[in-house]
């Protein structure tokens, strides 16, 4: 079966329900999402390799050569619960090589871990997101920051969407368990043991997930963005061997380049993450702000909360050796917030930037 004609065809038109466009290849669990919402709607046919420009006729860029379609196509279908019908091909126009991926209309639902998508127009969205129920009489600031991180998700990367997630299901903990958490106040830190030993657990857990953002949205940058990969960063062979294919291999090398950033160096992973600083969007007062984040998260991690020599260094005059640093929910709160505002102009910035893509929820 061989679809040429056809998708030659579809070049001139717009996007619409049955039809999109991608400037380069998405990762995997994207063009998972996109065939799952087309078999869940009407069907359709998406393309990879066509440039979209407003009030103009789309432009055929072509796939780069160094990642293969084919392989990260059956990566996508393995996402997939049932196997939908698809025909998925390599096309040449103009001598650039553009992929299609033609969806046929299912008439059982096609998930993804559970979730299923939809077009909706030219967009992609998730049906029946599951919405957080808090207490009528909690905190009334969980509920505000969960309403912000909800309209976060407006089309936005998968990366974002799974940070976004992760920063949800913590505030409803928080929620679920404000008797231990805060039993006097939300601006007290608490005295129960517990609530202690969970706070810290908490708080390590969202900036652990703020780190794996970013290493994230470093691969989707390569994978659409191949050229950026260049760099004199030296790689053994063991690490090539133990990657399966090459998207693993760039999958591998965006969790090497958080390395500067776990140890607390936040103007070290801008520094060496080009892609990064090029976005103009952490300045140096959020980078400090950041690094004293990652200092608590290393207490808290490390060494129960312990104040040590390090932690010193970065809030002089505020805390005293060995002494046990807490913090109140409120803190935790806008720590969350922040951190979530932060990502919100990293993802808008870096999707505009390298044209990544995208979905909306």
Do not use: W
Request: charged share 25%.
């Amino acid at each position: 079966m061989d679809i040429s004609d056809e998708v030659i065809s579809l070049l001139k038109h717009d996007e619409n329900k049955t039809l999109q466009f991608k400037a380069v290849l998405p990762p995997s669990r994207n063009i998972a999402q996109m065939i799952s919402a087309f078999a869940n709607t009407s069907g359709g046919v998406i393309i990879l390799g066509v440039l979209v420009v407003p009030n103009k006729t789309n432009e055929v860029i072509g796939l780069s050569e160094d990642f293969h379609a084919n392989t990260i196509t059956h990566k996508a279908l393995d996402l997939l619960s049932p196997l939908p019908k698809i025909h998925y091909q390599y096309v040449m126009y103009n001598g650039k090589k553009i992929y299609v991926i033609k969806v046929e209309k299912s008439e059982v639902p096609i998930t993804i871990e559970g979730k299923k998508y939809i077009r909706d127009e030219i967009h992609i969205k998730l049906v029946n997101p599951i919405e957080a129920n808090f207490k009528q009489n909690g905190y009334v600031e969980i509920s505000k920051i969960n309403q912000r991180l909800e309209s976060y998700k407006k089309n936005t990367t998968t990366s974002k969407v799974r940070l976004l997630d992760n920063y949800q299901s913590i505030l409803k903990i928080i929620d679920d368990l404000g008797s231990i958490l805060y039993p006097e106040d939300t601006s007290l830190p608490t005295n129960v043991q517990e609530g202690k030993i969970l706070t810290r657990i908490l708080f390590s857990s969202f900036v652990d997930n703020f780190e794996t953002y970013l290493s994230e949205l470093l691969y989707e940058i390569y994978l659409a963005n191949p050229f950026t990969l260049k760099s004199k960063q030296e790689v053994t062979v063991e690490e090539v061997l133990n990657c399966s294919d090459l998207e693993e291999f760039v999958q591998y090398l965006a969790k090497q380049k958080i390395g500067k950033l776990q140890k607390g160096s936040v103007k070290g992973f801008i520094k060496e993450n080009q892609q990064i600083k090029q976005l103009d969007v952490i300045d140096e007062k959020k980078q400090n702000d950041i690094e004293k984040i990652l200092q608590i998260r290393h207490l808290y991690s490390h060494r129960n909360g312990m104040v040590d020599e390090k932690f010193l260094q970065y809030f002089v005059g505020e805390f005293t050796l060995n002494s046990e640093h807490r913090m109140s929910i409120s803190e935790i709160c806008e720590t969350i917030n922040y951190l979530a505002e932060i990502i919100d102009k990293v993802d808008v910035a870096a999707s505009k930037k390298y044209k990544l893509a995208q979905i909306s929820n």
